[in-house]
């Protein structure tokens, strides 16, 4: 499938800020069933921009920009060529061994109504991942309406009990802390999936390893492994990790944050 991405932030501050440094997690990276035909990050005023890569193994644009400034668009556009791989990530760089992604963080520690959730829905089976994708299929069930919301900073185990309006954040961090206290790597996925509607963030979904067969996405957002319409742009131990924008400002006043993101397809391969 051939994916058209058009991904516009918008930053307005109430007073002229004196410096802005952001590091974006917004480009691809190519995999085995992902390719990138065209990407570019651009923004709407004098910056230095600079490639890299984190720990993580996504790729990061650092952002400089000197002020005064007042307002600031960051805009991305890009194709990108993905396959059916039934949610097995192959090819991807991985430079971190699957028992990293055990670790906990504070968003991604599970209660103990979360954790009894997540046993009492995978199972007692052998195969981990039938357990799995129980526990995804259990999840969307609960959260049968979830759209891609900003971040509120929310963890997983009080999303999980306030139950509120719930993202495909907070339900994919819900999967991850779960499939950690089954004791299986689990890590946060984020980029974007093609729909009809316009919307304000980036899609998120999880990831899990399965012995033997590796990494494989799943999306409690719909109760299903990630297909052909998603592309899959960056990983972290939760959403935090993974954040599409974050960085710092030296200046006054109120910032206010405006996303317009837009996911087409436009076929197959050519």
């Known amino acids: 499938m051939r994916i058209a991405i058009e991904h516009r932030t918008t930053y307005r501050f109430s007073e002229p800020q004196a410096r802005i ?39 990061v644009t650092m952002l400089y920009a000197e002020g005064p400034i007042e307002a600031l668009d960051i805009t991305v556009t890009g194709e990108v060529l993905t396959s059916e791989a039934s949610g097995v990530v192959r090819g991807a760089l991985e430079p971190l061994p699957p028992l990293f ?7 991604t520690e599970a209660s103990d109504a979360l954790f009894v959730f997540a046993a009492d829905s995978a199972g007692t089976a052998d195969d981990t ?26 963890t997983a185990s009080r999303a999980f009990e306030t139950g509120g309006k719930v993202s495909s954040r907070d ?4 999967f991850i802390a779960g499939a950690r ?41 719909t109760g299903l492994s990630p297909d052909e319409s998603y592309v899959r742009v960056a990983i972290g131990l939760d959403a935090s990790g993974a954040a599409a924008t974050g960085g710092m400002r030296i200046g006054h006043g109120q910032e206010q944050l405006a996303v317009d993101l837009h996911v087409d397809r436009l076929g197959g391969e050519e």
């Open 101 to 107: 992604y055990l670790r906990g963080t504070a968003r």
């Open 181 to 221: 206290g089954l004791m299986v790597p689990a890590r946060y996925a984020s980029g974007y999936r093609a729909e009809d509607a316009a919307r304000s963030a980036p899609h998120a979904w999880a990831e899990a390893h399965v012995e033997g067969l590796g990494w494989v996405g799943f999306d409690p957002s």
């Open 171 to 174: 339900v994919a961090q819900m």
């Open 129 to 154: 991942l039938e357990r799995l994708h129980a526990f995804n299929a259990a999840l969307h069930r609960r959260f049968p309406c979830v759209p891609d919301l900003p971040d509120a900073g929310c």
């Open 21 to 59: 440094v952001q590091m974006l997690r917004l480009t691809p990276c190519d995999t085995q069933d992902q390719t990138v035909v065209s990407w570019l990050v651009g923004v709407d005023r004098d910056a230095r921009l600079r490639d890299t890569g984190d720990g993580f193994g996504n790729m």
